[in-house]
């Protein structure tokens, strides 16, 4: 009996000096939150006692504190993303409207020249046409994530082929030389018509802007995928560029003088995701190549 109860009283107190231990790593634990939530301290929680549940605490603990650093992390990101948007598109907007705002001026002076004011009108309406681009390319922005995309099945070679012809006389015009490699048969896909010309014109409309002597253009299947790569020289390009290229309203001419707003290769990613597809741009010498994605149409 003795021998009973002398076991029992072991017993008792392993268990007792080890719920001890646990309460104390517990409050170790709280001690360490308290201070993580105060801000003086990013270490992440540690526990001394040997213990596989304990740990697992910690180890959930943790991976929750990285998903919230995570989170706040991005949070910002988009913040400041937000703030350079309405950065960049004041400016765009102020632009114009300050030229049209001071060619009107001059136009309604008494002292203007006939022949001026044609020139002056002139600059009024190209200015009013960048804002109109602008204002469309917004309110198209606004509504590609809640518009529905058909789909049905397209020949992506055909419409390129037909894009490029109907842009031949402005590419000859700039003196851009196209090297164009199109396959010699149709190259299906499952997308919709519009939105895949937008996609299209918007690659090209970038080549008209910024390619310098030639452009090269390329179309193949490849596995399941349809790549259509565009490559033209960009000198003033850089590579820190690359990583928000298809972010809207950026540009690489940080003066924004260029004429561009900033929204065409964001809105090429946004109807290419709803499509299932992808773009990618990578830095070659001084040549940038944008290549796109899509599921071929089995």
Known sequence: MI?????????????GTRLFQIKRQLRF?????????????????????IDGNLNNLA??????????????????????QLKNSIANLSHDLRTPLT???????????????????????????????????????????????VQQLKREKLDLNQLMSDLLAGQYD??????????????NYPVWILGDRVACTRILQNLLNNVTRYAQQGAAIMLEKRESEALLSISNATPDLA?????????RFYTADKSRN??????GLSIVKTLLVQMEGTIDAALKGQNLCLTIHLPLLN
Not at 35 to 42: D, F, H, L, V
Not at 122 to 145: G, H, R
Not at 239 to 247: A, M, P, V
Request: a negative charge.
């Open 29 to 49: 634990i709280t001690a360490q939150l308290e201070e993580r939530s105060g801000g003086k301290t990013e270490k992440k929680i540690t526990v001394s006692l």
């Open 59 to 80: 180890a959930a603990i943790n991976r929750s504190l990285s998903m919230q650093k995570e989170l706040r992390a991005e949070v910002w990101r988009n913040d400041l």
């Open 99 to 145: 030229s049209i705002s001071g060619y009107l001026q001059l136009v309604r002076s008494t002292d203007c020249p006939k022949e001026k004011k044609d020139d002056y009108l002139q600059v009024i309406d190209n200015k009013a046409n960048v804002l109109k681009t602008l204002i469309n390319s917004l309110y198209e922005l606004s509504v590609l994530d």
């Open 258 to 263: 260029g004429g561009g707003t900033g929204l």
């Open 239 to 247: 590579q820190e560029d690359l990583e928000h290229l298809f972010d």
């Open 170 to 183: 402005l590419f000859h015009k700039l003196g851009i030389e196209l090297k164009v490699t199109l396959p």
């Open 3 to 15: 021998w009973f109860l002398i076991t029992a009283c072991i017993i008792a107190a392993v268990f």
